[in-house]
C-alpha cells in the first residue's frame, strides 16, 4: 500500500531555513511526481510546487518561488522541501502528495500525515 | 490564478440528512475539478475526480456534478463519519487552486 510518511513538527526561529522530508513506500518511486502544499492553520490549501522524482525537474507556484526547493534522494525514495527565510506567514501545516495523472484525470491521490512547522522565536 | 468559492463555509446537519457543497470558479475549468476529505486529524483523502467520478472505495452516497464555472459535491444520506472539512480543487490551469473548504458539522 502506497505510504508517505513525513517528518516531525518543527520548532524554527525567524530568519531561519527548515527542511522537511517526505518518505515513499509501496509504490516505484520514480513513478509519479510529489507535490507539496500549505495549510495555514484554519485555513485552506495552497499548491507549492512538484518535482519529478527521476529526473529531478521542478515547477514551482510563483508564489513560493523563492522560499521552497524541492529535492529528492532516490536512493532512500525521499522527497523534501526546505523552506529558507521563515517568518511567522511560513507557520503552517505542510502536506506531501503523491499526484495522479493521465490526459483527463489529475488529482492528488495520496497525502502525508502533515508536518507542522512552527516559527518563533 | 484561478480563484475557487466554496459556500457554505460551514454547514450545520444531521445524520440521514442530504447536503449539496457548492464550488464556483472564477472561470470556466472544463470540468477539470476534484473534492477531498479532510478529517479532524489532519488527515486528507480524495473523493471525486473530474467533476463526477467517484474514487475508489468512496461510499456511494458521495457524488458530484457540474459544469462550466459551476460545481457541486452531495452527499445522499449523512453518516457520522462525513462530518470533516471539503475541498474542490482544479487543475484546468496552473497553478492547481483549492476552494476555502466547508465543514461540515453535526446539528
Known amino acids: 500500500q502506497v505510504n508517505l510518511l513525513q517528518s516531525g513538527a518543527a520548532l524554527v526561529k525567524p530568519g531561519a531555513s527548515v527542511k522537511l522530508s517526505c518518505k515513499a513506500s509501496g509504490y516505484t518511486f520514480t513513478d509519479y511526481y510529489i507535490h507539496w502544499v500549505k495549510q495555514s492553520h484554519g485555513k485552506s490549501l495552497e499548491w507549492i510546487g512538484y518535482i519529478n522524482p527521476n529526473s529531478g525537474y521542478t515547477n514551482y507556484n510563483e508564489k513560493f518561488k523563492s522560499k521552497a526547493t524541492l529535492t529528492v534522494d532516490k536512493s532512500t525514495n525521499t522527497a523534501y522541501m526546505e523552506l529558507s527565510r521563515l517568518t511567522s506567514e511560513d507557520s503552517a501545516t505542510y502536506y506531501c502528495?503523491?499526484?495522479?495523472?493521465?490526459?483527463?484525470?489529475?488529482?492528488?491521490?495520496?497525502w502525508g500525515q502533515g508536518t507542522l512547522v512552527t516559527v518563533s522565536s | 490564478d484561478i480563484q475557487m468559492t466554496q459556500t457554505p463555509s460551514s454547514m450545520p446537519a444531521s445524520l440521514g440528512e442530504r447536503v449539496t457543497i457548492s464550488c464556483r470558479a472564477s472561470?470556466?475549468?472544463?470540468?477539470?475539478l476534484n473534492w477531498y476529505q479532510q478529517k479532524p486529524d489532519g488527515t486528507i483523502k480524495p473523493l471525486i475526480y473530474y467533476t463526477s467520478n467517484l474514487q475508489s472505495g468512496v461510499p456511494s452516497r458521495f457524488s458530484g456534478s457540474g459544469s462550466g464555472t459551476d460545481y457541486s459535491l452531495t452527499i445522499s444520506s449523512l453518516e457520522p463519519e462525513d462530518f470533516a472539512m471539503y475541498y474542490c480543487q482544479q487543475y484546468d490551469s496552473s497553478p492547481p487552486t483549492f476552494g476555502g473548504g466547508t465543514k461540515l458539522e453535526l446539528k
Open positions: 472561470q470556466g475549468i472544463s470540468n477539470y
Open positions: 502528495t503523491r499526484y495522479y495523472s493521465s490526459y483527463t484525470y489529475n488529482w492528488f491521490a495520496y
